[in-house]
């Protein structure tokens, strides 16, 4: 639904003459044209898997989406307080030390995905330039390494926190990486993790 290069196998690809669906670019193209500073929102929406690790990786993923795309807001119908692996995503972004610390909020351009394996959103905090956050989303049944390299961001310090199949609920802290001026980091499988990065 997010990208010009990939075309699912659907009747919706099909009736459109095999194009890719492309929505949320499409319609900030509509609202440029013709509505000009128009807020873009999601009103409904839910990828399921309230409970299982594939809904979290589905969440966080659209969270990330969502922010890249500036959607204005979006409305997730029918998640609920039983929806741990959901809301484990939510917190991914929001709170995910459980100490209150969140995803940056000036959104960074992100280069080197493969949006079938994984994604990785990343952000300043306009309240604390030496502060940077980065989501990483292993959508592989594998673990993977990441060499996370920025551009005028030098980290001195890193910190994880990382939900997988067998953390529902609650985050547990994971190992990243200062190296070169670059951060590595191992993702397990099917995971989602959020690193929050400081510069001396």
């Known amino acids: 639904l997010f990208r010009s290069d990939y075309v699912e196998t659907s ?12 929505l949320l ?27 299982e690790i594939s809904g979290a990786i589905a ?3 659209v969270l990330g989406i969502f922010g890249r795309y500036g959607v204005f807001a979006a409305a997730n119908w029918g ?13 991914a972004f929001r709170n995910f030390d459980g100490a209150g610390a969140t ?8 280069s080197g995905t493969s949006a ?8 300043l905090d306009s309240k604390d330039s030496k502060r940077l956050t980065v989501v990483v ?14 551009r005028k961001f030098t980290p001195g310090t890193a910190r994880a926190f990382t939900v997988t199949a067998s ?27 959020t690193i929050e990065a400081k510069r001396e």
């Open 11 to 22: 009747w919706i690809t099909r009736s459109m003459g095999g194009k890719a669906i492309d």
């Open 59 to 61: 969440q966080a993923d």
């Open 167 to 193: 953390s529902l609920g609650h985050a547990i802290p994971s190992t990243a990486k200062v190296s070169d001026e670059d951060i590595t980091f191992t993702a397990p499988p099917l995971s989602v993790s």
């Open 116 to 123: 079938s394996l994984n994604s990785v959103y990343a952000a």
């Open 79 to 91: 998640i609920s307080a039983n929806d741990t692996a959901e809301l484990d995503a939510f917190r």
């Open 103 to 110: 995803f940056g909020d000036q959104v960074l351009a992100v």
């Open 137 to 150: 989303i292993n959508k592989s049944a594998v673990l993977t390494n990441f060499r996370i390299t920025f």
């Open 25 to 51: 670019p499409m319609l900030q193209g509509k609202i440029d044209q013709f509505y000009p500073d128009t807020k873009l929102a999601v009103t409904e929406y839910n990828f399921g898997g309230g409970k």
